[in-house]
């Protein structure tokens, strides 16, 4: 009998939340080692999405290692 391939259920979980990430960000805080920027000065939505990803890689292969 043949076992049809599928993904299992579940998925990836997020080690921290989107929203959380980018009110931090803008605020200048610089969240998870991301770049610290000027809260009046603000970022483009291609930085803060570079640095989001980012982020989540790096908190990702932290956790493969540990």
Excluded at 13 to 37: A, D, H, K, T, Y
Excluded at 53 to 65: G, Q, T
């Amino acid at each position: 009998m043949l076992e049809p391939l599928r993904p299992a259920r579940g998925g990836f979980l997020r080690p921290f939340g989107c929203g959380w990430f980018i009110r931090e960000f803008l605020l200048g805080n610089g969240p998870m080692g991301s770049p610290v920027i000027s809260p009046d000065l603000g970022a483009t939505q291609t930085d803060i999405h570079r640095a989001y990803k980012e982020a989540l890689h790096r908190a990702y292969a932290e956790d493969m290692v540990a």
